[in-house]
């Protein structure tokens, strides 16, 4: 096993590059290259050294593999180039772009900014949030994974209607609720659970008055979330089972036998469904000079960190070849957690990673309640309007990458950063495009 600070093999760079002409391969000048672009992308490095292989031996469905080819890409120049040029000084550089996937560990910095400062505008001042946390039996982990769109949308479903359900029955009142699926444990393992963020308040049925949940206890009995919560999701599944919306194969295969499924229906509602509620402190009134506020109080701040986090970071490799990896992972086996190293075949690295790639297209983050995507902006502005608030949308909604970097970051890309005049930006090219361009020039 080799330090993470040791280059990729050749060859297999070599092989993910077998579409490309022999020009394209050609290295760039490094003057001419972005510093962020000589940084090292350790996911990226270690899938390019070993995704091939990976790929003789076992058949990968063709969503994943564009997804790993995003991850294998990013950066690289194989997905192009952007060009800038000062006129003034003659500076040029050659930008790589990002492959903007969901699963990249790489990308996604501007887009949580984003995400974290749209959410802002929606959450309602002086009254707590609640983070719930949706698990299920392991048990269910097998059926899960053979129909993932199904039974996620299923226990998306479950969980919403669990709180909504109980504060309209207990409370007559609507909260507003933030969901994120995550599927992973910290080892890789597969482990669904649904974070979920409720207001400590909502509008009453008629929507005439807001009333707020002014205790730091959640307003709802937590035997009867879990009891309620179960009831949901395994009438739910018997409904995709009855209705034949349930696929079998590989280890579900055993499920087509009516004896085997009852004894997992059996084996789940004798279990144990865990939903573990984290209280949060009010959301603070932001001041004039806080253009985003990032304290830990900050319900929204907060939950953020849960939006865009894939399955590893590059921070927790500690080593690797083509053949194993080592890398830290989270124990809670006992009162608290604690890091561990755990050393896995490179071939078993990856497949616990794929298992961790939704389905084209699938929503990890959705909204329901007050947030609702077709009546959320009517709601927010009926609640400010009880709580004599003026409701500000955030100003970021309609920014491109441009503006968000220099509103997030103070930093304008557009301006050089030698001579601080107006810099020349051309549309993405091939790198072949890009040299002989630099060299006409």
Known sequence: ?????????????????????????????????????????????????????YCRAHQVPEYKLRVMNSLISCKTGKLGYSLIRCDNCGRTEMRACSCGNRNC??????????????????????IPYFHLVFTLPHDLGTIMYQNQKATLNLLFRSAADTVLTLAEDKLNLTPSLLMILHTFGSDLSLHYHVHMLVSGGGLTKDKTEFKKCLSNTFFLPLSAVCRVYKGKFMEGLKRLHDD?????????????????????????????WNVEIKPLSPVREKTASAAEDESTDNAISYFARYTNRTAISDSRIEAWDDRSVRFRYKDYSGSSYSWKSMDLSADEFIRRFLMHILPAGFMRVRSAGLLAGCVKTKNLILIHELLNRPYKESPVRHMKAVELIRYFYGRDVTVCEKCHTKLEIFPRMSRISAVMFIRAS
């Open 1 to 53: 096993m080799i330090p993470i600070s040791h280059s990729t093999c050749d060859p297999c760079l070599r092989r993910f590059r077998n579409g490309l002409s022999p020009e394209e391969t050609e290295s760039v000048p490094e003057e001419y290259i972005h510093k962020d672009d000589r940084k090292r992308h350790v996911l990226r490095d270690l899938f390019t050294a070993s995704f091939p292989n």
């Open 244 to 272: 034949g919306s349930l696929d079998y194969y590989n280890n579900a295969g055993k499920y087509r036998n009516s004896y085997v499924w009852k004894e997992l229906l059996d084996t789940c509602y004798k279990a144990d």
């Open 105 to 126: 560990p790489s990308c996604g910095y501007l887009n949580e900014k984003k995400w974290t400062a749209l959410r802002q505008s929606e959450v309602i001042p002086g």
